[in-house]
């Protein structure tokens, strides 16, 4: 563990963000219930935390244990999203690189479980809580993010030589990944640059799989805030990105089907694309109507530094570009739907047609008929 070299930890705390669709259907009169109006009310812009424990969790990597206290909590979003937290406090002596490789052999222990395992758990506790005796399907994507922060370390250097020395494993940390690849010196000045910490003494480096922290004590608990906001949209963006994809084939399979049929607006195909627009028209009015309003660092915090912090963590977590997918796939069946009812009045207007002149074709047989 005292490889030459090594940046050693002695007192820090591991952090696992794992974020889960709870069922956006869920409506806020059941979470009334369960955590009370006015809380929501207060904190429609901010996780709302449910639960809390404690626990023990063990970091194992090669030969390498150390065992922990971790407190757990649930941290929950009113759009949709809810997510568990493990803070893992480390007070035993590891490596930065054990946890590394611990994070991505699967070999962080909590009560008894693997983490990912854990997390499973825990995450059809909630639903089942939130959602009791109702069979539901719900999103397979989930979110994991991790931040670490250390306080006592050696070397001892600052936040400077931190990056310096240690820029590359830093950078595979912010990565996500332990692979032995060489990394080019631009993904590592690109890793290191975007810090978003308040004191140039201080270090918050983030990325799309996780953040690195040094110091950053008075303001850590409002940038977490924050930052689990941000991975609550990505994920809530990503579940409606599936649900406007099935869809959009549904409707396309609808259209298809139009195709073959020479009477096809007698058809339920403009019906079938009909609702799927109109599901897809509810996720954008969610979107509108709320999802807009978290997504602008003005009304999430009046403080210049956390607006300006909100929007580079949008931005680095690429918030805004599903954003933009999700709206163009919702214009995209827009414009399904409006094809098909473009056909089905092209077909109407033809066979009125049609019958307009058997009529009048009839007022002039009908005469001679009698003749």
């Given amino acids: ?7 050693i930890i002695f007192n820090g705390k591991l952090t696992i963000l794992v974020a889960f669709g709870h069922g956006a259907e869920l409506e806020k009169s059941q979470l009334s219930r369960l955590i009370g109006s ?6 429609w812009n901010k996780p709302i935390e449910i639960e809390q424990s404690e626990g023990v969790a063990v970091i194992v990597a090669g030969n390498e244990k150390i065992t922990c206290i971790v407190n757990l909590f649930t941290d929950f979003f009113i759009a949709g999203v809810s997510i568990i937290r493990a803070e893992i406090e480390i007070r035993d002596k590891i490596t930065f690189n054990d946890i590394l490789v611990a994070l991505h052999s699967n070999t962080i222990i909590v009560e008894g479980l693997d983490i990912h395992s854990f997390a499973n758990k825990r995450i059809n506790e909630i639903r089942e809580k939130l959602n009791p005796e109702k069979k539901k399907s719900y999103c397979p994507i989930i979110k994991r993010y991790t931040l670490l922060k250390i306080k006592e370390f050696t070397p001892k250097l600052d936040q400077k030589g931190i990056k310096e020395q240690y820029g590359e494993i830093i950078t595979r940390f912010l990565s996500g990944e332990t692979s032995i690849r ?3 010196s631009k993904e590592i000045t690109e890793k290191l640059a975007n810090d978003l910490s308040y004191y140039d003494e201080d270090l918050f480096l983030a990325s799309p799989e996780g953040v690195f922290i ?3 004590d008075d303001y850590l608990k409002d940038l977490r805030e924050l930052l689990e906001l941000c991975i609550s949209l990505l994920l809530l963006f990503q579940i409606y990105d599936r649900k406007i994809d099935l869809e959009i084939t549904n409707a396309f399979d609808a259209i298809k089907k139009m ?6 607006f007698f058809t339920q195909a403009p019906r079938k694309v009909e609702r799927s627009l109109l599901k897809v028209s509810e996720i954008g009015l ?5 999802i807009e309003d978290l997504m602008n660092p003005h009304k999430i915090t009046q ?5 300006s912090a909100y929007q580079k963590m949008l931005n680095t977590l690429k918030v805004w570009d599903f954003e933009k997918v999700v709206q163009h796939k919702i214009s995209a069946l827009q414009d399904l739907y409006s094809t098909t009812r473009e056909l089905s009045t092209e077909q109407i207007m033809l066979i009125l047609e049609v019958i307009i002149v058997l009529l009048i074709l009839w007022e002039v047989i009908l005469p001679l008929l009698k003749f």
């Fill in 303 to 307: 403080d210049w530094y956390y607006q």
């Fill in 214 to 216: 040094l110091g950053c």
């Fill in 286 to 290: 969610i979107i509108l109507d709320d």
């Fill in 259 to 264: 195709h073959m049929s020479k009477l096809y």
């Fill in 1 to 7: 563990m005292d490889a030459s070299g090594d940046l």
């Fill in 182 to 184: 060489p990394l080019h």
């Fill in 38 to 43: 006015e809380v929501i009310a207060e904190r």
